[in-house]
Every structure is written in C-alpha cells, then in structure tokens.
C-alpha cells in the first residue's frame, strides 16, 4: 500500500543533543512538508520541499534543517539550537500540481520529548 | 491575525445527532481552497472534505458536508449521524492563492469531538 512512513514513533532527546526525524513516502510524489503540533497550536509549518535538492523555510524553520536527496525521503533534523523541541511532528507529502483542490497526505507522526 | 479561527476547543454530541463544527477565515485572495482533517488519538490526519472559493454548491463527502458562507468568510462542518468513531481532533485548513509557491495550508487550533452514547 502507498503511504507515508514516519520514524520512529517516539524519540527523546538529551540536553545539547542533534536528532534526526525520518519520513519517506512511496506516492511518487514531487512536495514534502514537516509540521510541528503544539498543544492548542494547531500545526505550524517548518520547511516544504516542491522538488528534490530543493527545499524552502516555513513559518517556524529556526533550530530545524532538512534535505531532500531522493523524491522518496525528506529527513528533519532538530538542532540544539531549537530551545522547545517538545512537540508532535508532522510529515506530509502532495503531488504538487498547484492547484487549489490539492490535498496533503500525512504520515502518522513522531512524538518528541527532551529529557 | 490569525488566518483560520475556530472557536470551540471541545464539542460533545450524542450518537446519531447531527454536529457542526466552526470554522472562519481571513484571506484577501479571490482563488483559496478550504480543508477539513480528522486527526484520530493515533496522531494521523485525513481528510475529509474541500471547498474552492469559486465553488458555488457547498462541498459534501458521505456524511460531511461544508457550509461555505464566502460573504461571512466561514466553512463550517457539518457532520450528520454521528458515530463514535468520529470522536477526534477535528481541523480547519486553507490554501490561498492558486499555483506555484508550495502547497501550504494553513491549520486553525483544532476542535475535539467527542461522540457520546
């Protein structure tokens, strides 16, 4: 079956520490997004990629970096510099034809913790 | 300003009865697309229903239904015969603008639903 496999499903995170948030999709398609969930937050957007080796920054891109190598893999990467990692991430991928109907398909999250 | 508004943090409704859900927006844009998602307790979206701007009939999916007020600028959902498993977090989302620049939406705070016997 199609779909967008996020890992892992939980992941914690020391004090000063870099970790690495998987996602792949076998749609074959051409945008990625990452989200980050807050409690009564809503979903903020931290960086899309429309093609790959090229990605944008989101509303909230600061302490976060990503890549996108493949079509299939768009990796986020929580820096030490991002003060609050504690949220619930978001993977989410689009055919990307422009059009104002197109809807996003989501992976079903990693939760991350500092500890 | 926050650009999609929704209001009710929680909502209880009982089995069979019909809910609707609130959902307004702030776009100067003429061409913009509105989304619903259901987020289960398992942490996945998915979605539901979508209205286009220019769409003159409001949207309907099974027993979803969108009540688009383009003049009132809102996009209510409505969802009829409730059943327990539509108790979840329920999302208001908007694309403005048509082609180029990424698909962004932009998600309200959520509502949760929660269906009762």
């Known amino acids: 079956d199609g779909g967008i496999t996020q890992s892992p499903k939980y992941l914690f995170r020391k004090e000063g520490q870099n970790v690495t948030l998987s996602c792949e999709q076998n749609l074959n398609h051409d945008a990625m997004y990452w989200y980050r969930q807050d409690p009564g937050q809503g979903l903020r957007l931290i960086y899309y990629?429309?093609?790959?080796?090229?990605?944008q920054k989101g509303d909230i891109a600061e302490g976060y970096s990503v890549s996108r190598e493949k079509k299939e893999s768009f990796p986020l990467t929580v820096t030490s510099a991002q003060k609050n990692p504690t949220a619930f991430y978001l993977c989410?991928?689009?055919?990307?034809?422009?059009?104002?109907?197109?809807?996003?398909?989501f992976g079903s999250g990693t939760q991350l913790s500092v500890l | 300003a926050q650009k999609i508004t929704q209001t009710q943090p929680g909502m209880f409704v009982q089995e069979k009865e019909a809910v609707t859900l609130d959902c307004t927006y702030d776009t100067s844009d003429q061409s913009y697309g509105l989304f619903w998602y259901k987020q289960p307790s398992s942490g996945e979206m998915i979605f539901l229903i979508y209205q286009g701007s220019y769409d003159e009939q409001n949207a309907t999916e099974g027993r979803y239904s969108l009540n688009f007020q383009k003049a009132r600028k809102s996009a209510n959902l409505v969802i009829s015969a409730s059943q327990l498993g539509d108790s979840a977090m329920y999302f208001c989302a908007m694309r403005e603008g048509r082609g180029g620049g990424g698909n962004k939406l932009t998600f309200g705070t959520g509502t949760q639903l929660k269906v009762e016997l």
């Open positions: 989410a991928s689009s055919i990307n034809t422009g059009e104002s109907n197109e809807k996003l398909f």
């Open positions: 990629s429309q093609i790959v080796n090229d990605f």
